[in-house]
């Protein structure tokens, strides 16, 4: 880490959006604030994937053991990578049972496949969750938010046929860039093939690499070679990302599953009245939450964009005599969806600036005489520019011009 730079970790402490605690190694402590910036982005991700027709859904946290034996998850991560509980079964004469706290989504995404008979018509289905989920890191590799024991996937899977992987995978590729065009970020493409230790046919992995390879072929995309690195039911398509520290870290990925449909017996009746089995499309754009927010509070240090600072706005009135106002500002701004605060200590007004900078505030209202008399405000930024008297109309659309932006 340069000298320049701060950690996430001592970032998140400053600014109080987040923490570890030994109480719960590996995983953190959302403050409010920190909450703000969580929530913006689930709500981001909810946006995206609602427009590209994907239906959210929510499964349990902890199910019996035996499905992800079903999946072929319990052979590969079992004992060492998954938090296991043996439980009595009162219904069962007390019988002791083995269930976990679910590591990933995927299996349990075929539970609510099943639920019903299912019909081409319906294809592609694509379901999404935002999930928490609990993976038994080693303890020397735990590190802030970038690798955690206790973390949330912004999770889908796509249920399709053979002839709807192209456009499918296309899909996610074009959100994929999208997104982290939005945010600034150096991405490369890498394909990642099948592992020594695997589950499925090679026909039917043959047939998953080559979708995946033409994919991005016929899209015009370059792809690395993650050479034996796929999931242990398919192959996929990572996206990498550089850091503000120069660090590569992998966060997107979509999947190509042709094991798990066998392994679930899931099915559909096609149009000539026969049963088929789906290819299963696994999809994930942030890749995690805790990991991609670590990396936005280092690459912002702290001074997040508009749309996602926990306080959008802060209103400084220059002396008690302008506290009413202030409030009044302070409401205006409040109900048309800004996040507000008001500094009413007893401290300078220099001192009030100087604070709401440390605290990374993208804009500071100055109220003294002048701006109450002419009903206007004088802005200045986290940055230093100053724009003074303006109407609090002329500066309510540059902040939502910025936020609908995501600028």
């Given at each position: 880490m340069s000298n320049n730079l701060k950690d996430h970790k001592q970032i998140g402490q400053e600014l109080e959006l987040f923490f570890t605690d030994e109480i719960a190694p590996g995983a953190p402590f959302w403050l409010p604030k920190g909450m703000i910036i969580f929530k913006e982005l689930e709500k981001y991700i909810r946006e995206l994937t609602e427009n590209a027709g994907y239906l959210e859904t929510s499964t349990p946290i902890m199910v019996k053991a035996e499905l992800f034996k079903q999946s072929g998850h319990w052979e590969k991560f079992g004992e060492h990578n998954m938090y296991n509980l043996q439980l009595s079964d009162e219904a069962d004469g007390n019988k002791?049972?083995?269930?976990?706290?679910?590591?990933?989504?995927?299996?349990?995404?075929?539970?609510?496949?099943?639920?019903?008979?299912?019909?081409?018509?319906?294809?592609?289905?694509?379901?999404?969750?935002?999930?928490?989920?609990?993976?038994?890191?080693?303890?020397?590799?735990?590190?802030?938010?970038?690798?955690?024991?206790?973390?949330?996937?912004?999770?889908?899977?796509?249920?399709?046929?053979?002839?709807?992987?192209?456009?499918?995978?296309?899909?996610?590729?074009?959100?994929?860039?999208?997104?982290?065009?939005?945010?600034?970020?150096?991405y490369e493409f890498r394909l990642a093939t099948r592992p020594e230790t695997r589950a499925g046919s090679d026909e039917n992995w043959d047939k998953a690499e080559k979708a995946l390879s033409d994919a991005l072929k016929k899209k015009g995309l370059?792809?690395?070679?993650?050479?034996?690195?796929?999931?242990?039911?398919?192959?996929?398509?990572?996206?990498?990302?550089?850091?503000?520290?120069?660090?590569?870290?992998?966060?997107?990925?979509?999947q190509l599953d042709f094991h798990q449909p066998e392994a679930f017996k899931l099915e559909y009746t096609d149009s000539d009245g026969k049963p088929k089995r789906p290819v299963m499309i696994h999809r994930a754009i942030f890749g995690s939450f805790e990991r991609f927010?670590?990396?936005?509070?280092?690459?912002?240090?702290?001074?997040?964009?508009?749309?996602?600072?926990?306080?959008?706005?802060?209103?400084?009135?220059?002396?008690?005599?302008?506290?009413?106002?202030?409030?009044?500002?302070a409401d205006f701004l409040k109900k048309e969806g800004l996040r507000i605060n008001v500094d009413f200590r007893?401290?300078?007004?220099?001192?009030?600036?100087?604070?709401?900078q440390t605290q990374k505030v993208p804009y500071m209202l100055i109220l003294g005489n002048r701006?109450?008399?002419?009903?206007?405000?004088?802005?200045?930024?986290?940055?230093?520019?100053?724009?003074?008297?303006?109407?609090?109309?002329?500066?309510?659309?540059?902040?939502k011009k910025d936020i609908d932006q995501k600028a």
């Open positions: 002791s049972v083995s269930y976990t706290l679910k590591p990933m989504n995927c299996p349990e995404s075929t539970i609510l496949y099943r639920f019903r008979p299912r019909s081409y018509r319906e294809l592609p289905l694509r379901l999404s969750e935002i999930g928490r989920l609990h993976r038994r890191e080693k303890s020397g590799e735990v590190n802030g938010l970038l690798r955690v024991r206790q973390l949330t996937m912004d999770d889908a899977h796509i249920y399709a046929t053979e002839d709807q992987i192209f456009d499918e995978v296309s899909n996610i590729l074009d959100m994929m860039i999208s997104f982290y065009k939005m945010f600034g970020f150096e370059t792809a690395g070679d993650k050479m034996g690195d796929g999931a242990f039911y398919g192959p996929k398509i990572d996206v990498h990302i550089k850091d503000s520290q120069g660090r590569e870290w992998q966060l997107a990925t979509v927010i670590a990396i936005l509070t280092e690459q912002y240090q702290g001074a997040f964009p508009t749309w996602l600072s926990p306080s959008q706005v802060t209103v400084i009135p220059i002396t008690d005599k302008n506290n009413a106002y202030a409030n009044k500002v007893g401290e300078t007004m220099q001192s009030k600036i100087r604070d709401g701006e109450e008399e002419e009903k206007k405000v004088s802005v200045r930024t986290r940055s230093g520019k100053n724009l003074s008297g303006i109407s609090q109309d002329e500066f309510l659309e540059k902040v």
